[in-house]
């Protein structure tokens, strides 16, 4: 696998309900990054979270980090129709760039 | 959320000619990147710039590309002979640090005919 894949590689769900997205990498890390986009749109920086954190609270998102796992998810409670985008990843290994996951798209029916 | 802004939204150009991207800097930001991402797959990265000078590169940024940050004005990335495989969005990014949050502008749709 690469360094920075999510899966699942899509997810449909209902408003209201929770999504959980999941970003596996392989190298060591700095901070770990999520962002999300809109289609044909520009990345939108949700929440950092560094390698000496195992959980962090933005709103309705929660991340969490295993470092030990390499692995880390995006929880997005009480969803929204607007939450409808892809959902990407970036790790952060020290050489000042982001590797990005594939990305997850998540779909929010109403 | 700081607002980074890329100009132009769209651009079309042939093969073979030389463009020039650009993005409205942030004064409190010290570290610049270039990504792309061509239709339909992952976010690349291309290039940091730092103190005026390119920091990383990756192998996508060949002698065909170029950074730079004329007079601390706008920061800009250059490709002097596009290709068709050079369609593609490009982001430009902002960070305070090279290790904290990255902030992305809107991107440019570069379009190679």
């Known amino acids: 696998s690469q360094q920075g894949e999510e899966d699942p590689q899509a997810l449909s769900i209902q408003e209201g309900e929770n999504a959980t997205m999941n970003c596996s990498y392989k190298?060591?890390?700095?901070?770990l990054q999520w962002y999300r986009q809109n289609s044909g749109r520009g990345l939108v920086h949700l929440i950092l979270?560094?390698?000496?954190?195992r959980e962090k609270h933005s709103g309705r998102l929660r991340v969490t980090l295993d470092t030990s796992k390499k692995s880390s998810s995006l929880l997005i409670t009480a969803s929204r129709a607007a939450d409808t985008a892809s959902y990407f990843c970036?790790?952060?290994?020290?050489?000042?760039?982001?590797?990005f996951g594939t990305g997850t798209r998540l779909l929010v029916s109403p | 959320e700081p607002e980074v802004t890329q100009t132009p939204s769209h651009q079309v150009t042939q093969m073979g000619q030389e463009v020039i991207l650009r993005c409205v800097p942030i004064?409190?930001?010290?570290?610049f990147y270039w990504y792309r991402q061509i239709l339909g797959q992952k976010v690349e990265f291309l290039v940091s710039f730092y103190n005026n000078e390119i920091s990383e590169k990756s192998e996508i940024f060949d002698d065909q590309f170029s950074v730079e940050r004329p007079d601390g004005s706008n920061f800009t990335l250059k490709i002097r002979s596009t290709k068709l495989e050079d369609s593609a969005m490009y982001f430009c990014a902002r960070s305070r640090t090279g290790d904290t949050e990255a902030f992305f502008g809107q991107g440019t749709r570069l379009t190679v005919v």
């Open positions: 979270i560094r390698s000496n954190e």
């Open positions: 190298t060591s890390i700095n901070n």
């Open positions: 970036a790790t952060d290994t020290g050489f000042q760039k982001l590797v």
């Open positions: 004064s409190n930001h010290l570290y």
